[in-house]
């Protein structure tokens, strides 16, 4: 070696020796070498800086105007790709707007992590009164799948490893990551730093389902007279697509998909008995369900929707304690959906038969009666124009562009949007899920323009759209193809409703009428448009669509056509008494 090239040598490992690095460029290290390339979040104190970072070292920070909207980006993000979303926030009041999105994502099964910077422990477990003081750890447990702390710069390799692990193995979930703010200012030798870091194998391993589960569920599936198959969002999310659609073709059996697993396979295929959903329920004998929980979604797995045919059910999860939930399964299948599902395929051999004409025939009569009828109603052109009318509208455009993905909350606008939006490719569909929560509209938007890189339309009820309304400003910084059509009826389910008083103040369920959300768009430099006919909205959603830009169509319908809660009236059982 030349005399220079040897000093060189030298003095770059002396260098090395000495160079030190921090928390700071630990945590973003750690996510970097675990392939994730995005944060969505807030700044402030104590992580401004590591924002500043993560931007600085070539990954994309996506800052959001209130939490909850990063931690829902967050969240659906992780839902497409399987890889955990990370939200970041401050401290005390940031972390617990970003905890709804955690506990929202845990219920619906998303994988995400929330890091937010925390005070000092000596501090917080004295109660001294620090600036944005919390036990963020403990408040963030029972809402969470894992909740770690890291102390020393030294285990945040480990530290960011648990989190995604414990996001997306098993039934994922969110997971909270506390970083106190002295964490990321320490200091450690860079060498000792890089060896502290973590690349997670195989975070999700495959887990395959024991032999005699598949053998007891294909003899319960054999004797069945009027099977149906009952795909959740936890199938769509599983990324088993191909193999999913080879065992209802196999099979034969017809399907109903919840409706985050609408596009799962074509709403349009044959097989699908959305359109005669109350019959199969009730006339079902064996129920095959994947990836779907027997929550309040499906009546809980009994009463009047389930009709009075005993049922037998078989079902496919990762998680054995949601086995028995409700109702009693006769065979559980528990691995990952892709395992389960290659399985019972294969189970599915030469001695078994597909449904018989009855049952099919019978599904059919009933899903044409069904779909006429539909058809009956959208054809209408009522005017002011509804529910109905603005959907069909929205239905004959998206029909060109099976590529976009659709986020949809509110009352009305999404039972009546989730029947009548066909979905034709997998998570493409992202709604207000398990909870029923109202809010998650421009954070999912924003999440799944940003992970996908594909055009958004966010079908929204107007008091829905207020929970986020605000990420406008967000859609229009980032300039995402994110079109939002706000069904304004003057209210919350409806604008009609009255103070029984006569009083000033107007009932609880009533907005400002005639309001122009259109002009809220406007004020960021996104394109807005007011609608009052399907024409007007064909027109502007085709415009919005071919312009990629941000948009948002105020779709007026009429303020009377709503019903209060949607179809969920049966869980409302006060405010029907009320009208009496
Ligand atoms: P839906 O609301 O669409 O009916 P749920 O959220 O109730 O769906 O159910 C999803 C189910 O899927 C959960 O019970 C979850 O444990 C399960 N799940 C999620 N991912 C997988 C997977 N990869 N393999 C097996 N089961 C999964
Ligand atoms: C976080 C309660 C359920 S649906 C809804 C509310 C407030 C809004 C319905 O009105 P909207 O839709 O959006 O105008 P539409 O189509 O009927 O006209 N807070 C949270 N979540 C929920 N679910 C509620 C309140 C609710």
Redesign the pocket.
Known sequence: MAEADQSTTEDTLKQQATETTDGFHLVIDALKLNDIDTIFGLVGIPITDLARLAQAEGMRFIGFRHEQHAGNAAAISGYITQKPGICLTVSAPGFLNGLTALANATTNCFPMILISGSSEREIVDLQQGDYEEMDQLNAARPYAKAAYRVLHAEDIGIGVARAIRAAVSGRPGGVYLDLPAKLLSQTLDAVKAQQSLVKVVDAAPRQLPAPDSVKRAIEVLKSAKRPLILLGKGAAYAQADAEIRGFVEQSGIPYLPMSMAKGLLPDTHEQSASAARSFVLQEADVVVLIGARLNWLLSHGKGKTWGAQPKRFIQVDISPTEIDSNVAIAAPVIGDIGSCVAALRAGIDASFRQPGAEWLGAIAERKNRNLAKMAETLDKNPSPMNFHSALRAIRDVLKTRPDINVVNE?????DYARSIIDMYEPRKRFDSGTW????IGMGFSIGAAVTTGKPVVAIE????FG?SGMELETICRYELPVCTIV?N?N????GTDVNPTGGKDVAPTVFVKGARYDRMIEAFGGVGYHTTTPEELTKALLEAIASGKPSLINAVIDEAA?TE??RLTNLNPQSAAMKK
């Not at 009820?461 to 829905?464: I, Q, Y």
């Open positions: 509110g009352a009305n606008t999404l029923g929560i109202m809010g009820g107007d008091s829905a929970f069904f009826n209210g919350v389910y409806r709503g809660s949607g």
